[in-house]
């Protein structure tokens, strides 16, 4: 009933661009603090970007910052991930997640994620 589901992933070469979509049902995101995080080959999962509820704040890893934008839509109960001058070390399982808190602000180190999606693989290869 309640479904995060990721899509947009697939092979791009390096310097190419992806755009990930993360599409909510069964709840509204309107309040909830959205992530976007990755697991690498032989990594442990890792914050990539989030974004807040009230006012849309964001927070970026070190590394993407510059390259991703993330950004929500609440008509369309939805997240996006904006993934430009792709890198050979993102290549990596990205997950969108949600948890409920009705304010500003958020971090990438954000803990008690409640619902999780299935992933999307992206792999970024010459």
């Known amino acids: 009933q309640l479904q995060l589901v990721e899509s947009g992933g697939g092979l791009v070469q390096p310097g190419g661009s992806l755009r990930l979509l993360c599409a909510a049902s069964?709840?509204?995101?309107?309040?909830?603090?959205i992530g976007w995080f990755r697991q690498a080959p032989g990594k442990g999962r890792e914050g990539v970007a989030c974004?807040?509820?009230?006012?849309?704040?964001?927070d970026y890893e070190d590394s993407v910052k510059g390259r991703f934008t993330i950004s929500r839509d609440n008509a369309k109960n939805t997240v996006t991930l904006q993934m430009d001058s792709l890198k050979l070390e993102d290549t990596a399982v990205y997950y969108c997640?949600?948890?409920?808190?009705?304010?500003?602000?958020?971090?990438?180190?954000?803990?008690?994620?409640?619902?999780w999606g299935q992933g999307t693989p992206v792999t970024v290869s010459s």
């Open positions: 974004i807040s509820s009230a006012y849309s704040g964001t």
């Open positions: 997640a949600a948890k409920f808190s009705p304010y500003r602000g958020c971090s990438i180190h954000v803990t008690h994620l409640e619902l």
């Open positions: 069964g709840f509204s995101l309107e309040h909830y603090v």
